[in-house]
């Protein structure tokens, strides 16, 4: 059981310019997350689902759009970045109806 | 606005000492709490968790005490061990039933240091 993994695991981008962070899960968890971390800051959720199919906006949306084909794998996509999205992202999951979500190992983001 | 608050960054205390981080919370509609430990370069770690029917759930040389009047948890790691140091979160979840997706608040973190 790999878990939770993230890629990549580091990226620099220019403003402007658009990624996806890849995560992908194999516990079969029907719930996935997207975190933000930034220094001296607790996670904040930018998106989770609770299916295939199925997405919804958590506390800090803005500039990040998510898809949901498959169980296993829950992309973010940024489309224009900008320096206010350099941060720490976490993916995490978990089962349906509990409160222990595993994360992956992060993604260090830079906008320069 | 800031529904899980840790007030204090940072803690140093001495290995075999006990370790106390707290956490307040401001949403009397919590109804489960959880610490994550996390490790630079690594994702957070679920540690230990409490519900709120309880005050009190151990894990070996982990305690979570919850005061719910007071809307405060806190985290005792007695003895305190090197391989504590860490940044630790506490977390809060609704209230269970349908249509709850699990999503946590999170604090902001305090950095343990415990020496040797």
């Known amino acids: 059981n790999a878990g939770v993994t993230q890629t990549p695991k580091f990226r620099i981008l220019k403003i402007g310019q658009s990624m996806t962070l890849q995560c992908t899960q194999d516990m079969n968890h029907n719930y996935m997350y997207w975190y933000r971390q930034d220094p001296g800051m607790g996670l904040k959720l930018i998106y989770y689902s609770v299916g295939a199919g199925i997405t919804d906006k958590g506390e800090v949306p803005n500039g990040y759009n998510v898809s949901r084909s498959t169980t296993e794998d829950f992309p973010l996509r940024l489309e224009l970045a900008a320096p206010s999205q350099t941060s720490v992202y976490f993916c995490a999951s978990s089962y349906p109806q509990t409160d222990t979500q595993y994360f992956g190992p992060g993604t260090r983001l830079t906008v320069l | 606005d800031q529904q899980v608050k840790q007030n204090s960054p940072s803690l140093s205390v001495q290995e075999g000492r006990i370790s106390i981080l707290n956490c307040d919370y401001t949403?009397?509609?919590?109804?489960?709490f959880l610490w994550y430990k996390k490790y630079p370069a690594e994702g957070p770690t679920f540690l230990i968790s409490i519900s709120s029917i309880k005050d009190k759930n151990e894990d070996g040389r982990f305690t979570v005490f919850l005061n719910k009047s007071a809307k405060h948890l806190s985290l005792h790691i007695v003895p305190s061990q090197p391989g504590d140091s860490a940044v630790y979160f506490c977390?809060?979840?609704?209230?269970?039933?349908?249509?709850?997706?699990?999503?946590?608040?999170f604090g902001q973190g305090t950095t343990l240091q415990v020496k040797p």
């Open positions: 977390a809060a979840s609704g209230i269970k039933g349908a249509g709850n997706t699990g999503k946590l608040i």
């Open positions: 949403n009397s509609m919590f109804d489960y």
